[in-house]
Each structure stands twice: as structure tokens, then as C-alpha cells.
């Protein structure tokens, strides 16, 4: 990916903020018995609270927003 405008700069910038904090609230709720289905949820619900579309599907033929469900 290259990145041509201060503008992109910026754009990868928050993208970043915002998969650290999905990545970081994933992680607080992980404990024993919560299934990957649930951190894709919540993971999910960070993305959307932020802006952020959840879904790879557009791009991929991946599952889930972030983690294997």
C-alpha cells in the first residue's frame, strides 16, 4: 500500500487507532470459556461505535469481522 497525501496519511492513521482499540478491548474480555464468536461480537461493536465497517466480506470471503467464528 502506498501512501501519496497527507490526507491517506491520516486515513491510515485513524484506521490504525481504531484496530489498537478493537485489538486492546478484545483482549480485556478475553477469559476462559469465551468463545471466538463472542470476540468477533465485541470486536465488531468496537469498529461500528467508531466508524469502522466490521466487514471484510466486500473485499474477502473471510467469516467474521475479526477472528475466526
Known amino acids: 500500500m502506498s501512501i501519496h497525501t497527507p490526507e491517506e496519511l491520516a486515513a491510515m492513521r485513524e484506521s490504525g487507532r ?10 480485556a474480555a478475553t477469559r476462559s470459556g469465551i468463545t471466538t464468536g463472542q470476540l468477533d461480537e465485541i470486536g465488531g461493536e468496537v469498529m461500528r461505535r467508531n466508524g469502522a465497517s466490521p ?15
Open 18 to 27: 481504531i484496530v489498537r482499540l478493537m485489538l486492546e478491548t478484545m483482549k
Open 55 to 69: 466487514d471484510p466480506r466486500p473485499c474477502t470471503s473471510f467469516p467474521a469481522s475479526a477472528v475466526s467464528a
